[in-house]
């Protein structure tokens, strides 16, 4: 290839690349690069034209893989997808490059030694090998088409990109607003894509610092800048009330009839969950009372002496205010 591999799991994207397909990675590995600690899984890419994109892998040993329906991670989506299994010699050099433990065995003992009589009860020995230096190599490939995940590839041809990393890593912006609106289309019926796709936005706004910035929302599609304030703002932002209510902001937002603020709903507690757990659980008795002078713990129950016997209890009868030595937690 003409293309020099800086990230062997990439491969398939550099292949693209060197036959003229413009393609980048999404879901884990996208939101890796900007500093999320994610595992990754299947490799997804985007490309313009899933078809043609698979004939490119498969003429240079890749093999389809059949499936009955489209999945991304565990959730199940109707999407046009192609899944692809990376050449065998990759797929065998990939195993090998993980550490296995294997079984070291002792050296035969003499005959005529003491150690003869004792082989027969020595354990075997497990010896890890040392760790391999060789990264990971190629996975299973899932090509998505961009349009369908509300990515524009426009200019990340070839010849429009510097270097393998801006050629095959979307930039954030556009990370951030393709997620948005493939979140906000997300049918109500599918809540497995739906919550993959928010904690993904959430995890993001979590680890990468450009986005804790007011001012990054200039980068942002603007039906997507009240979505940035709001999250900004202390919105619990992975709840089904904040994505419904992003929806119909996003939709005032494309006629003009809302007009952007540092926070769409302050009035709303129900977009507020993380600040109403914090009131109630501030609200709450300590659970972990100190005991004061006087016997009581702050809240001012009393503390029951499990040393000292109550007589009414002892005789099996409770007289008026024979229960004074027990707290109202009944302990």
Known sequence: MATTNSDRRHQPCYLLRDHGIPCVVWFEDAIGYYGVPTVVFDLYVLVSDIEAAAQVLTQNGWTLVPQEKGKIGNANVKCA?????????????????????????????????????????????????PPSTKPPGPTTTVLLPAADWNFNLEGYSPEHTETLITAVIPPLAGLVDALIDSLLDCSSNNGMLRDHLAVQIAYL????????????????????????????????????????????????????????????????????SGEWEARVLASMPNPFPEEQEDGKVEDGWEIYDHAEENESMASGYTKPGGLRGINRQGF
């Not at 993980?98 to 005529?112: A, L, Q």
């Not at 980068?219 to 992003?246: A, C, K, N, W």
């Open 81 to 129: 997808q192609r899944r692809l299994a990376p050449p065998y010699e990759d797929v065998q050099e990939a195993e090998l490059s993980v550490s296995y433990p294997h079984i070291s065995m002792p050296p035969p003992p003499s005959e005529d030694s003491h150690e003869a009589e004792l082989s027969d009860h020595r354990p075997h020995t497990y010896i890890p090998p």
């Open 205 to 272: 706004y979590s680890w990468a610092p450009a986005l804790q910035e007011r001012a990054f929302a200039d980068h942002l599609m603007y039906e997507h800048r009240q979505y940035h304030f709001d999250v900004l703002s202390g919105m619990s932002h992975v709840t089904v009330p904040f994505i419904s209510h992003q929806g119909k902001v996003r939709e005032a937002l494309r006629k003009g009839t809302h007009e952007l603020r540092d926070c769409s709903a302050r009035d709303n507690k129900d977009l507020f």
